[in-house]
């Protein structure tokens, strides 16, 4: 159990009487001492609840709430157009159009948890693969310019060796310009890189929530839980299959061009070479 402080039975403590709860109940959200277990067991409204030794309970697991989040009433219908949970609230103000409203008590009983969190599983899977195969080849893009930067900072001082002390002031010039534009390529490719990052480490974090979830929470829980990581899943399936469109996907190839007229017409240059991405 995480925390230090002891956990109380709910019903005794109602009765201003405070021994420490053995088990804790998921589905009457409260802790349970083995005396209120006994009646809880034989009671016909409870007895098939969920419960687990209070050693192992997790109170962050609570922070997973069964009411609407706009009208704080109780989640009691589902919206299959939707996708989403709701409350008798939210029918006239937010999906008065929607058909097939059903019973979110159904929904969760024909639900199939453990079939769900391994297709969200398999998803979060597919996507890190993805994402760690744009990072890796964007890393190499990085190596790859790093040659080419130091290619170019040769070839520099290969024409510059042709060259009058007019020169100096045109390889400064270049070498200017080489350096912001890669620096800004460089950049841009480490900020992207990291944003990859981040939906990795956000996907990972999905993933280990997912299997929590579903092994110290209630179907409910497991339900709303899985559902709302889904479209947290989606949404990353947005972001990579926008990805395809996005330019910084793109590898950047930066290449000197050299001007074959620099010896005829040295006195008037006013540029050693143009770079290109």
Partial sequence: ?????????????????????????????????????????????????????????????????????????????????????????????????????????????KSEIDKSKETVETDIHHILNILDKLIYNKSENIKIGEYQFVSMKKSIGEIRKKMNKHLNHLEKKLCQEKDFIWNQEKSKAADFISEIEGKSKNLKEMKEHLQTVTTHSSKLQSFLSVHKIEQQVHQCHRYVANLEKDERVKEVDIKIQQNDEIEKILSKLESLDSLEK
């Fill in 1 to 109: 159990m995480t925390s230090s402080k002891p956990i109380l039975c709910g019903p005794c403590h109602q009765r201003e009487e405070n021994p420490k709860a053995d088990i804790w109940c998921y589905n009457c959200d409260e802790g349970l001492c083995s005396t209120c277990l006994s009646y809880h067991k034989r009671s016909k409204g409870t007895q098939d609840h969920k419960t687990i030794d209070i050693k192992s309970y997790q109170p962050s697991l609570r922070a997973i709430t069964t009411e609407c989040d706009e009208h704080g009433q109780q989640l009691n219908l589902y919206c299959p157009s939707h996708l989403m949970p709701c409350c008798d609230e939210c029918i006239p103000t937010s999906h008065s159009k929607c058909t097939g409203i059903k019973s979110l008590a159904g929904m969760v009983e």
